[in-house]
């Protein structure tokens, strides 16, 4: 297959990936003493991407490794999230592109600083974090760093929307304001920059202490 042949190509063009294999559908290969398996779907869908795993060695104390489990060939592997939700364009890139930042993604995410580490772990938290929210809400966020309180807006279908008081929203006829519910934006920093809590609480008569979710930071 040609697209095997250019997967090939191009990680052998690495000096610190060795030991490279196929088995047809997967190229396999060895990187800092760990081995990886690299899937790219036909050049014929513009919109797909590498999928790049890693094989199940059992110390995974590191951010990014997905937690399933996926056999291939007898072998368990589990896959890296190398991208952000939304922040690619795939179909401008040519196949080869998206090889090479797949792959260079991989490179940065193993050299990560024990502080970029942990920041990163702190990220995923705050990916889960927010996917345990149970109202859709969306909240636009002047400063992630400073406390203080936020505006409330309603639209006719019942979902709220948390934005900074020094921000303004040019669709904001869509939506009514709430003046009688106090919402809040708390983060907690360590010395070092790292978030150890970001969240937007909302505190009505009933006591109800919310999560955030899709927060948008507006510069």
């Known amino acids: 297959m040609d697209e095997i042949k250019t997967i090939r190509e191009i990680l052998s063009s690495?000096?610190?990936?060795s030991n490279i294999s196929d088995d047809g559908k997967i190229?396999?290969?060895e990187l800092y003493n760990n081995t990886?398996?690299?899937l790219f779907l036909p050049l014929t869908d513009p919109l797909s991407r590498p999928i790049i795993f890693i094989k199940d060695d059992e110390q995974y104390?590191?951010?990014?490794?997905?937690l399933s489990e996926i056999p291939i060939n007898g072998d368990n592997y589990r896959a890296l999230c190398l991208y952000e939700s939304g922040t690619q364009i795939?179909?401008?890139k040519t196949y080869e592109e998206k090889l090479i930042d797949a792959i260079n993604r991989l490179f940065e995410l193993l050299n990560l600083s024990p502080y970029e580490i942990e920041r990163?772990?702190?990220n995923e938290f705050l990916f889960y974090w927010?996917?345990?929210?149970k109202e859709e809400v969306d909240v636009y966020i002047q400063s992630k760093k400073t406390f203080h309180r936020m505006n409330v807006y309603r639209n006719k279908d019942g979902i709220f929307r948390f934005v900074s008081r020094k921000i303004a929203l040019n669709d904001k006829s869509k939506y009514m304001h709430v003046p009688n519910l106090n919402v809040y934006y708390i983060s907690i920093i360590d010395n070092r920059g790292i978030f150890l809590i970001s969240s937007v609480l909302r505190a009505d008569k009933l006591g109800y202490t919310g999560v955030q979710k899709d927060i948008r930071l507006c510069r």
């Not at 104390?61 to 997905?66: A, C, G, S, T, V």
Request: net charge negative.
């Open 130 to 133: 927010n996917a345990q929210a």
């Open 61 to 66: 104390d590191y951010p990014h490794i997905m």
């Open 120 to 122: 990163e772990f702190q």
């Open 90 to 92: 795939e179909y401008i």
């Open 27 to 29: 190229v396999f290969f």
């Open 36 to 38: 990886y398996g690299l």
């Open 14 to 17: 690495y000096d610190e990936i």
